[in-house]
C-alpha cells in the first residue's frame, strides 16, 4: 500500500488523495502526535514539504479530511443496506446493521483497516480541539442510533441509554481495530473465528452491557 500512495498523480485532486492516505497509514501505525505534516509529505513522495498545509492547512485540517472521508464511506454503505433491507424492526438485527459496514469496510477499501485504527485512535484522544472537528462528523450518525434504540428499548431513561452508547462506541472501534491480536491473547489463539461469528459476538456484548438492569 505504501508503494500504491507513492505513485505520480495528475492533479491536485489526485496528490491530495495520496496525501491523505499516506497520513491516514501513518496516524493509524504510530498515533497523532508522532507524526508531522513534513513526515506525511515526504512519505507521500512529494517534492514539496509544505504540500500538506496548502491542502489542509494544519494537523486539524488532515484530522477533519479523515473523519468526513470515512464518515462519507460508513454512511453510503449503511445506505445501501438501509434500501436493500428495510429499517431493523428487532434490537439484534438494528444493531449488526449499524456495525457491518465499519467491520466490512477492510474489505470494502484498501484504506479500510488503517481508518478503522485511526478512528480508534482518534476516540483515544482527550483533545477538545480533535473533538471539535470530529463530533459534528458523526454527530448525525450518532443521533440517528440513539432514536433508534429509543423506539426499540424504550424502557431505558435517556441519559442512561445515551451515556452507555458512548460507553459502547469505544469498545466497538478498538475492539474491530484489534481483531489482528486474537491470534496472540493472553488466553490463547483466538484467530481462527470467522468474521460473521467474530461480529455476532460483538453484538451480543453490546446488547448485554447495553440492556444489562432493564429486567430487573
Not at 458523526?138 to 432514536?147: A, G, I, S
Not at 489482528?180 to 446488547?207: E, K, Q, R
Amino acid at each position: 500500500m505504501a508503494e500504491a500512495l507513492r505513485e505520480p498523480t495528475r492533479g491536485k485532486g489526485e496528490t491530495r488523495q495520496r496525501l491523505l492516505l499516506t497520513a491516514l497509514h501513518l496516524y493509524a501505525e504510530e498515533g497523532l502526535d508522532a507524526v508531522s505534516l513534513r513526515r506525511i509529505s515526504a512519505d507521500a513522495g512529494s517534492r514539496n514539504s509544505a504540500a500538506m498545509h496548502y491542502h489542509f492547512s494544519n494537523k486539524l485540517g488532515v484530522i477533519q479530511a479523515l473523519v468526513e472521508l470515512i464518515a462519507d464511506e460508513l454512511a453510503s454503505q449503511a445506505k445501501q443496506i438501509r434500501e436493500r433491507e428495510g429499517e431493523a424492526s428487532d434490537l439484534r438485527t438494528a444493531f449488526r446493521n449499524t456495525l457491518r459496514p465499519l467491520a466490512e469496510l477492510p474489505q470494502r477499501q484498501a484504506w479500510g483497516s488503517d481508518a478503522i485504527r485511526f478512528l480508534s485512535r482518534v476516540l483515544s484522544e482527550n483533545n477538545a480541539d480533535i473533538a471539535a472537528v470530529v463530533n459534528p462528523v458523526y454527530e448525525p450518525f450518532w443521533r440517528r442510533v440513539d432514536n433508534r434504540l429509543a423506539l426499540l428499548l424504550p424502557e431505558i431513561p435517556d441519559e442512561v441509554r445515551r451515556l452507555r452508547l458512548m460507553f459502547m462506541s469505544v469498545n466497538v472501534f478498538h475492539g474491530i481495530a484489534e481483531v489482528a491480536s486474537l491470534s496472540h491473547t493472553p488466553l490463547g489463539d483466538l484467530s481462527h473465528i470467522d468474521d460473521n461469528t467474530l461480529l455476532d459476538h460483538l453484538v451480543d456484548f453490546l446488547i448485554g452491557g447495553l440492556k444489562a438492569n432493564t429486567d430487573k
